[in-house]
C-alpha cells in the first residue's frame, strides 16, 4: 500500500514560484508519478507525469516551460517546481502514483494524495 502526503501549497503573487513536494510511504521507486489539479467547479486535470527512472517527463500544455516534474527515489519523494504562476493556476493540486508508465489519464492512477491548495493572486 502507498501513501502520499502533498506539501508546499499556498498563496503567491502572479509571477511567482512554489515548489510542491509529495512524500510516499512505501516504495515507488518503480511507480510513475504525476501531479493533477482541480480548480472549483472544474475537472480534475493532468498537469505533469515522470517516468519510474526520471528519464521521462511529461506536462500537460498550458504548463509547459513553466513547471518542472523531478523526483528523488532514495527520498522516495517527488517534486513540482512552479514557476511564472498565473491566477488560472490557482486549483488544489493531487500527487498520484502508478505502477505502469505515464498517462494522462487520471483514473488510470492507483494512489492518490489528499491535495494541496495553491492560490495565485493577480
Known amino acids: 500500500q502507498v501513501q502520499l502526503v502533498e506539501s508546499g501549497g499556498g498563496l503567491v503573487q502572479a509571477g511567482g514560484s512554489l515548489r510542491l513536494s509529495c512524500a510516499a510511504s512505501?516504495?515507488?521507486?518503480?511507480?510513475?508519478m504525476g501531479w493533477f489539479r482541480q480548480a472549483p467547479g472544474k475537472g480534475r486535470e493532468f498537469v505533469a507525469a515522470?517516468?519510474?527512472?526520471?528519464?521521462?517527463?511529461y506536462y500537460a500544455d498550458s504548463v509547459k516551460g513553466r513547471f518542472t516534474i523531478s523526483r528523488d527515489n532514495a527520498k522516495n519523494t517527488v517534486y513540482l517546481q512552479m514557476n511564472s504562476l498565473k491566477p488560472e493556476d490557482t486549483a488544489v493540486y493531487y500527487c498520484?502514483?502508478?505502477?505502469?508508465?505515464?498517462?494522462?489519464?487520471?483514473?488510470?492512477?492507483?494512489?492518490w494524495g489528499q491535495g494541496t491548495q495553491v492560490t495565485v493572486s493577480s
Open positions: 515522470i517516468s519510474w527512472s526520471g528519464g521521462s517527463t
Open positions: 498520484a502514483a502508478r505502477e505502469r508508465v505515464p498517462t494522462v489519464a487520471s483514473g488510470a492512477y492507483d494512489y
Open positions: 512505501g516504495r515507488t521507486d518503480s511507480y510513475t
